[in-house]
């Protein structure tokens, strides 16, 4: 049974404690009392020199509680220097996590990062360090072929052409042909214009809220962020996310993949209508900026044959969820069955483990009509000698450690738990993931699924006082998301899902919105109480 207390916010020690006190216990990870400050009541004294040895001793833990302070006050100098200097060099919109109260992270291994001060953090969001921070295999990887050769790929080396053939042997047959970039935009930016060139088309479908990168190209077709930008443009077609908890579509629809597949053959039509002529449709195997969203089974395979038909390609987005985060197979996409195959597959993130690797794969046919333009495709470290030791390093972490496997077993794990949760606690309207990729929908009513963006950044704020960094996605900023390193525990599923329960269990004795919601489902209540409560951190990304 889940109920592991709350901790107090302290300021913690070298190795992960608090100072002058025990750090949070977690399943396999005890703790010791190492350095603890006494808190015994002293014997009075029997006599003058006894009398003199107590104040001496008092003197000394006097004393310690003294520089202790002092060490505190310097940290908190120098933490305001250095976000100073930040704010002066950098410019604000790179933003930060937790900007009213920020970590510095100093060092990572595994699942876990640690601060300047060696306090250690479970960290649930980061998939890019996809087989545990700093592997030392993967470490090594690096480090040796730097020492012997990092150079562009128009030299012969064997590094590229293994790497391509390791890939080659993870992907339906059909992806045979690969581009080695840097990072996932530009990966999906080439897509972009492999799609282009194959099909003679210029427009693209999207889905509601996705986001594929940062260059322009690609914020033209991400609606997350071209809608604060310079909106729509007209060769850019979206339509609805297939968001069956919150979608036109819901749970109790009988087929939302053909219904939501349709609703694509619509906006395909209507392009159509108006003499324009679709080149491709990108889509993220499993939407994360929308919220964590699982795709219903079958809907790509109705989507690819409605853009098929229309001319255009279905290129297929894995740089958050590819490499075995889905647990069931090494591809998101292949969650939507065995004979549905992209035309082009784009990765990035995860494929490096933190080093700047990304990846194209696609067809003979598409790379063929992209090569008869005559003109080069070079990436200058695309492909190099180091970046593709890295990447064969991962894939090797992958195999040797079964984290494919880890994944399934921990993710499942992860959501029985949270369903536990759910049933506890009326705020959880929808737990939906497969494994390491899952979503906490938060809800002010039952009813209407209005989303509590409120409580959701103050319970962000909370775990992250506990020690845990999760961080919060979807339309609503309500969905917290689960996206680990692959080697997060069982362990560490049940340690964090504890304090989940703990802070929740705390929030509804303290403002009683979980009762009321019980009590009034149509009302929004849980946002006015949170105002009675410490200011909650917002968190931007």
């Given at each position: 049974?889940?109920?592991e207390?709350?901790?107090?916010?302290?300021?913690?020690?070298?190795?992960?404690?608090?100072?002058?006190g025990?750090?949070?216990e977690?399943?396999?990870?005890?703790?010791?009392?190492?350095?603890?400050?006494?808190?015994?009541?002293?014997?009075?004294?029997?006599?003058?020199?006894?009398?003199?040895?107590?104040?001496?001793?008092?003197?000394?833990?006097w004393?310690e509680?003294?520089?202790?302070?002092?060490?505190?006050a310097?940290?908190?100098?120098?933490?305001?220097?250095?976000?100073?200097?930040?704010?002066?060099l950098?410019?604000?919109?790179?933003?930060?996590?937790?900007p009213?109260?920020?970590?510095?992270?100093?060092?990572?291994?595994?699942?876990?990062?640690?601060?300047?001060?060696?306090?250690?953090?479970?960290?649930?969001?980061?998939?890019?360090?996809?087989v545990?921070?700093?592997?030392?295999?993967v470490?090594?990887?690096?480090?040796?072929?730097?020492?012997?050769?990092?150079?562009?790929?128009?030299?012969?080396?064997?590094?590229?052409?293994?790497y391509?053939q390791?890939?080659?042997?993870?992907?339906?047959?059909?992806?045979?042909?690969?581009?080695f970039l840097?990072?996932g935009?530009?990966?999906?930016?080439?897509?972009?214009?492999?799609?282009?060139?194959?099909?003679?088309?210029?427009?693209?479908?999207?889905?509601d809220?996705a986001?594929?990168?940062?260059?322009?190209s690609?914020?033209?077709?991400?609606p997350y962020?071209?809608?604060?930008?310079?909106?729509?443009?007209e060769?850019?077609?979206?339509?609805?996310l297939?968001?069956?908890?919150?979608?036109?579509?819901?749970e109790?629809?009988?087929?939302?993949?053909?219904?939501?597949?349709?609703?694509?053959?619509?906006?395909?039509?209507s392009?159509?209508?108006?003499?324009?002529?679709?080149?491709?449709?990108?889509?993220?195997?499993?939407?994360s900026?929308g919220?964590?969203?699982?795709?219903?089974?079958?809907?790509?395979?109705?989507?690819?044959?409605h853009?098929?038909?229309a001319?255009?390609?279905?290129?297929a987005?894995?740089?958050?969820?590819?490499?075995?985060?889905?647990?069931?197979?090494f591809?998101?996409f292949?969650?939507?069955?065995?004979?549905?195959?992209?035309?082009?597959?784009?990765?990035?993130k995860?494929?490096?483990n933190?080093h700047?690797?990304?990846?194209?794969?696609t067809?003979?046919?598409?790379?063929?009509?992209?090569?008869?333009?005559?003109?080069e495709?070079?990436?200058?470290?695309?492909?190099?000698?180091?970046?593709?030791?890295?990447?064969?390093?991962?894939?090797?972490?992958?195999?040797?450690?079964?984290l494919?496997?880890?994944a399934?077993?921990?993710?499942?794990?992860?959501?029985?738990?949270?369903?536990q949760?759910?049933?506890?606690?009326p705020?959880?309207?929808?737990i939906?993931?497969?494994?390491?990729?899952?979503?906490?929908d938060?809800?002010?009513?039952?009813?209407?699924?209005?989303?509590?963006?409120?409580?959701?950044d103050?319970?962000?704020?909370?775990?992250k006082?506990?020690?845990?960094?999760?961080s919060?996605d979807?339309?609503?900023?309500?969905?917290?998301?689960f996206?680990?390193?692959?080697?997060?525990?069982l362990?560490n599923?049940?340690h964090?899902?504890?304090?989940?329960?703990?802070?929740?269990?705390?929030?509804?004795?303290?403002?009683?919105?979980?009762?009321?919601?019980?009590?009034?489902?149509?009302?929004?209540?849980?946002?006015?109480?949170?105002?009675?409560?410490?200011?909650p951190?917002?968190i931007?990304?």
């Amino acid at each position: 049974m889940l109920g592991e207390g709350d901790s107090k916010t302290e300021p913690k020690a070298p190795g992960g404690r608090r100072a002058g006190g025990r750090g949070p216990e977690r399943p396999g990870r005890g703790r010791g009392r190492a350095g603890e400050a006494s808190t015994t009541r002293l014997p009075a004294p029997t006599s003058g020199a006894a009398a003199s040895r107590a104040r001496a001793r008092r003197g000394g833990a006097w004393a310690e509680r003294a520089l202790l302070r002092a060490m505190a006050a310097d940290r908190r100098g120098k933490a305001a220097t250095l976000l100073a200097l930040r704010r002066r060099l950098l410019s604000s919109s790179c933003r930060l996590f937790f900007p009213e109260d920020p970590i510095k992270i100093v060092r990572g291994q595994g699942q876990y990062m640690y601060d300047e001060q060696g306090a250690e953090y479970i960290d649930c969001i980061n998939n890019v360090a996809h087989v545990g921070h700093c592997h030392p295999l993967v470490v090594q990887a690096a480090h040796e072929q730097n020492q012997v050769l990092n150079t562009n790929s128009r030299y012969l080396h064997d590094n590229i052409v293994d790497y391509a053939q390791r890939l080659s042997e993870t992907l339906p047959e059909k992806l045979c042909v690969f581009y080695f970039l840097n990072s996932g935009s530009e990966a999906n930016d080439l897509a972009l214009r492999l799609a282009r060139q194959y099909t003679g088309h210029w427009d693209v479908v999207v889905l509601d809220h996705a986001y594929h990168g940062h260059l322009s190209s690609l914020i033209d077709i991400s609606p997350y962020k071209f809608r604060g930008l310079d909106g729509q443009k007209e060769w850019v077609h979206v339509a609805p996310l297939p968001d069956t908890y919150r979608g036109p579509y819901r749970e109790d629809h009988p087929n939302p993949a053909v219904a939501y597949a349709s609703e694509v053959k619509r906006v395909v039509s209507s392009v159509q209508e108006k003499g324009r002529k679709i080149a491709a449709f990108f889509a993220e195997s499993l939407p994360s900026v929308g919220g964590q969203i699982i795709p219903p089974a079958g809907y790509f395979p109705e989507v690819a044959e409605h853009v098929r038909r229309a001319g255009g390609v279905f290129v297929a987005d894995e740089i958050q969820v590819g490499f075995g985060r889905v647990g069931k197979h090494f591809w998101a996409f292949q969650l939507q069955g065995e004979d549905f195959v992209p035309d082009i597959v784009t990765m990035g993130k995860s494929i490096g483990n933190g080093h700047p690797v990304a990846c194209v794969a696609t067809t003979q046919a598409v790379a063929r009509a992209f090569e008869a333009t005559g003109v080069e495709y070079f990436n200058t470290f695309g492909g190099s000698p180091v970046s593709c030791a890295v990447g064969l390093a991962v894939l090797d972490v992958l195999e040797k450690e079964q984290l494919q496997a880890h994944a399934a077993c921990v993710g499942s794990f992860l959501m029985e738990l949270l369903g536990q949760q759910k049933a506890k606690h009326p705020i959880i309207g929808d737990i939906r993931g497969v494994g390491l990729f899952v979503g906490v929908d938060l809800i002010k009513d039952k009813a209407t699924r209005t989303p509590a963006t409120e409580e959701a950044d103050y319970l962000v704020s909370r775990l992250k006082e506990n020690y845990i960094l999760l961080s919060t996605d979807g339309p609503g900023r309500n969905v917290l998301k689960f996206k680990p390193p692959m080697c997060f525990s069982l362990d560490n599923a049940q340690h964090v899902v504890a304090k989940l329960d703990a802070i929740l269990t705390d929030m509804e004795e303290k403002m009683r919105s979980c009762e009321t919601l019980r009590l009034q489902p149509e009302a929004a209540l849980l946002s006015p109480p949170l105002e009675k409560m410490k200011h909650p951190t917002q968190i931007h990304y």
